[in-house]
């Protein structure tokens, strides 16, 4: 096999696994909602909409947990 | 520490606003002469034949792309970033005097970067790549600055109290690893000096001209993959981040969807790499270069537009805001725009298309409702909302605002109608030729029918222009005029003030 036909399937294997990747994580998103620590992905809006300092954070940092 | 309350610190926020509106006055000036030069030739010796060197098109050209793009919408990234950041990472700089001192430090570096591209460009100092015209003492010093702009960003995020990033600051990171990746990339290059000639002369160079690493084809490939993703990192993907903090905050909507804005995120951060063949048609490079230049110019339309519906969705059922507030029309307008060009673009980048477009006038009309209405419109957006928030104090002139708003949308129009039409004619006369195969007209004939359409292009010029100096005013007039608030103005709008 020479470089061109290495580099065309290369190419065309790449494109299909990014198709496949990008759809399953289309699927995962809306199947689950919630990432791995439960936070409603909807709800990361609120990083911007509530971003004074003395808000609550959406998901705190586990140190400023315990304070 | 604890005996004041923490508040966000601006200062470094407000150095870089104090340079996005002296760029953008400097580097849309300057855009106006030349629209005007193209128009009207004699321009050119206005200031004297002396001096003439000084005021020619091919000088100041590189001038005024390099201060609109790496002055005017760098500076507006940084201002944006030292704002924003902060803000969505709920950490102030006052709690860190390292993180201030590297704010600092890149902002009088920065300053004094762009003071010697100015002067070496004008003095005719160029590598003669586009937007990497600068030589390589100041690409040195560009990257200094970028990589204490990583630091800053790293260092906040190092020490932030919210613990998922949000959006925005995907974007801004993305642009921070994008354009140092392709800056370092595409700026290799070797001063004629250290260069030997074929019959073994040395020393024959000079230190302030270099050459590129790389040659012939290879050269147009890397320049091409730089100039492509240089609209992608420093025309996009920041100015996604700015829509996607400053709109839902102020509106007051959450995002139409938070999911679409990370799938669009990943799309966009694929595709676009692949897609800088579209810039490449028809030349030297590899067939298949050409064609996945456009096939993945094609596909750039979803992510794109992924981004744009959503915040056009965002203001879903909250359309009378749309109306009632000129802030939130520059950022609807700003989306619109962006739908706009990222059409406009996959319809050049069609091979058969790119045919006629190419070398024609429709290219910088593409350009300009792309800079202008997306950039330029997003830019000054975020810099209103800043401003009461920043300055502490009310927004001067909200009419003044509006007028602005509507004048610089009339200039736009006036842009990029003028260059379609005088585009596709170019296109179409150069290409134009009699049974035998004989061209039908000569480039002269050529200049005498665009003259119009080059002279409304400059007006328009005038407008953008003149909007642009209004928003200097008012935000001028912001900091100085009004007395101060008592404290940072909670409600979150200097339209529901
Ligand atoms: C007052 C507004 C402006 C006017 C009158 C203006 C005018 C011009 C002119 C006459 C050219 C040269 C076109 C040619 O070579 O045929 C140009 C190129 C360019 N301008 Fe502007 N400009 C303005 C604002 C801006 C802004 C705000 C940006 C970016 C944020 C921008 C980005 C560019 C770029 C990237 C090019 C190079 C385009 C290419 O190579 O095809 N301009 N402009
Ligand atoms: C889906 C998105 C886009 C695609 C596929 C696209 C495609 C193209 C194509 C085909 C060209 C012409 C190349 C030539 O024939 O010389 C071009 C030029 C250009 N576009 Fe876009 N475009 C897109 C979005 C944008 C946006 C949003 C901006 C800016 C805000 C922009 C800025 C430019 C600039 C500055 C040039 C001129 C480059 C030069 O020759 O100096 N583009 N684009």
Redesign the pocket.
């Known amino acids: 096999m020479d470089i061109n036909t290495f580099s065309a399937y290369s190419y065309f294997f790449l494109i299909i696994f990014l198709v496949v990747g990008s759809y399953s994580y289309i699927y995962h998103l809306y199947k689950n909602r919630k990432d791995a620590s439960g936070v409603d992905y909807e709800h990361y809006s609120n990083m911007a909409l509530k971003d004074d300092i003395g808000d609550a954070p959406v998901k705190p940092m586990p140190d400023e947990k315990k304070k | 520490m604890e005996n004041r309350p923490l508040e966000y610190d601006y200062t470094v926020a407000k150095m870089f606003m104090l340079t996005t509106i002296v760029l953008g006055i400097v580097g849309m000036s300057i855009g106006v002469f030349i629209a005007f030069e193209l128009a009207y030739p004699g321009l050119n010796t206005i200031f004297g034949k002396t001096i003439a060197e000084y005021t020619a098109f091919g000088r100041l050209r590189p001038l005024h792309?390099d201060s609109v793009a790496f002055g005017f919408t760098v500076s507006g990234i940084f201002a944006t970033w030292f704002y924003v950041g902060q803000r969505v990472l709920k950490v102030s700089m006052a709690e860190s005097k390292f993180l201030m001192f590297i704010g600092k430090l890149q902002f009088w570096l920065y300053v004094a970067g762009v003071a010697a591209a100015v002067v070496s460009l004008f003095m005719g100092y160029t590598s003669s790549k586009?937007?990497a015209e600068f030589e390589w003492p100041i690409d040195i010093a560009i990257v200094v600055v970028w990589v204490l702009w990583g630091v800053s960003i790293f260092g906040l995020i190092g020490i932030r109290r919210e613990k998922s990033l949000y959006i925005s600051i995907w974007y801004y990171i993305a642009t921070f690893l994008g354009v140092a990746m392709l800056y370092l990339f595409n700026n290799m290059e070797v001063p004629t000096m250290l260069a030997t000639s074929p019959i073994g002369e040395t020393g024959i160079g000079s230190w302030m001209h270099s050459v590129s690493m790389y040659a012939g084809t290879n050269d147009a490939l890397v320049q091409w993959w730089y100039?492509?993703n240089?609209?992608a990192f420093v025309?996009?993907v920041p100015?996604i981040a700015m829509i996607y903090y400053f709109l839902p905050k102020e509106s007051g909507q959450a995002i139409y969807s938070y999911k679409l804005s990370l799938l669009s995120f990943w799309g966009l951060m694929f595709v676009y790499l692949w897609?800088g063949g579209?810039?490449l048609?028809y030349s030297t490079v590899p067939d298949w270069v050409q064609t996945m230049g456009s096939i993945f110019?094609?596909v750039?339309?979803l992510p794109?537009w992924g981004s744009a519906i959503n915040m056009l969705l965002t203001m879903k059922g909250e359309w009378q805001q749309v109306a009632a507030s000129p802030l939130i029309k520059f950022m609807v307008l700003a989306s619109t725009f962006?739908m706009f060009?990222?059409?406009?673009?996959?319809i050049?980048?069609i091979k058969s298309v790119?045919a006629i477009?190419?070398?024609t006038n429709w290219?910088?009309g593409?350009?300009h409702d792309?800079?202008l209405g997306?950039?330029g419109f997003m830019i000054i957006a975020s810099l209103f909302h800043m401003a009461p928030r920043v300055f502490k104090r009310e927004l001067y002139s909200k009419g003044l605002m509006a007028a602005q708003f509507w004048i610089q949308t009339l200039g736009i129009v006036l842009y990029f109608t003028s260059m379609w039409i005088s585009g596709i004619t170019q296109g179409m006369m150069w290409r134009a030729h009699d049974e035998f195969g004989n061209l039908a007209y000569s480039f002269m004939d050529t200049v005498n029918v665009l003259h119009p359409y080059y002279a409304l292009r400059g007006l328009g010029g005038i407008f953008y222009l003149t909007g642009f100096l209004m928003f200097a005013y008012n935000i001028y007039k912001t900091m100085s005029a009004r007395p101060v608030e008592e404290s940072e103005l909670q409600n979150a709008s200097p339209m529901g003030a």
């Open positions: 792309t586009e937007y100039g492509h240089a609209v025309f996009t100015i897609a579209h810039h048609l110019s094609i750039l339309i794109s962006y060009s990222t059409l406009e673009g996959p050049q980048a790119n477009a190419h070398f290219i910088p593409h350009v792309g800079t997306w950039v």
